[in-house]
T-cell receptor, first 112, second 112 residues
Framework: EDKVVQSPLSLVVHEGDTVTLNCSYE??????LLWYKQEKKAPTFLFMLTSSGIEKKSGRLSSILDKKELFSILNITATQTGDSAVYLC????????????FGTGTRLQVTL | NAGVTQTPKFRILKIGQSMTLQCAQD?????MYWYRQDPGMGLKLIYY???????DKGEVPNGYNVSRSTTEDFPLRLELAAPSQTSVYFC???????????FGPGTRLTVL
């Protein structure tokens, strides 16, 4: 059975801190790993990673995939209160439907 | 583009009632998905469709039905609602050539 595990489950940091969120996966015929941000409503897309060792970056957020060790990390530097959200990681496999298997998410709270 | 739209936003059902959750997308995406998200959990796939006229079961299909008569619409039908179907339901779509799915705003359903 495909499985995606995220850690920590929740995290409270002060504004300006740097955080690292972890995602490990066991997905048969793995093809890509996706990160989403969810703020009380629909998940919004952050990154899709398919190649090992190549960092994707968008502003203060970055992510990298290690296909050998089957994990990914999401880094957020200089956190702001607007970064408070649940961060979801999902794996997908080679196949026409690209169904996503989600982890349970990491709840990040950034305080002043 | 409106993207992925869902109606209603909220609904309360009594046990045994039926209803249809509507989902539409105006991006001409071939692939569409229905997920449910229980409190503190990740998203679980209910049904998906790879194109008009083609649907298939996901991880948790029991108690639900879908149809896909057009590219734009992918309604989810609940027959004989049960308290276990209390959840937030998200519809998503995806174009060809990427694994990235785009989510609608969700429908919060409570079955009492």
């Amino acid at each position: 059975e495909d499985k995606v595990v995220q850690s920590p489950l929740s995290l409270v940091v002060h504004e300006g801190d740097t955080v690292t969120l972890n995602c490990s996966y066991e997905v048969t015929n793995f093809r890509s790993l996706l990160w989403y941000k969810q703020e009380k409503k629909a998940p919004t897309f952050l990154f899709m990673l398919t190649s090992s060792g190549i960092e994707k970056k968008s502003g203060r957020l970055s992510s990298i995939l290690d296909k050998k060790e089957l994990f990914s990390i999401l880094n957020i530097t200089a956190t702001q209160t607007g970064d408070s959200a649940v961060y979801l990681c999902a794996g997908t496999y080679t196949g026409t439907a690209s169904k996503l298997t989600f982890g349970t998410g990491t709840r990040l709270q950034v305080t002043l | 583009n409106a993207g992925v739209t869902q109606t209603p936003k909220f609904r309360i059902l009594k046990i045994g009632q039926s209803m249809t959750l509507q989902c539409a997308q105006d991006m001409n995406h071939n692939y569409m998905y229905w997920y449910r998200q229980d409190p503190g959990m990740g998203l679980k796939l209910i049904y998906y469709s790879v194109g008009a006229g083609i649907t298939d079961k996901g991880e948790v299909p029991n108690g639900y039905n879908v149809s896909r008569s057009t590219t734009e619409d992918f309604p989810l039908r609940l027959e004989l609602a049960a308290p276990s179907q209390t959840s937030v339901y998200f519809c998503a779509s995806r174009p060809l050539g990427t694994d990235t799915q785009y989510f609608g705003p969700g429908t919060r359903l409570t079955v009492l």
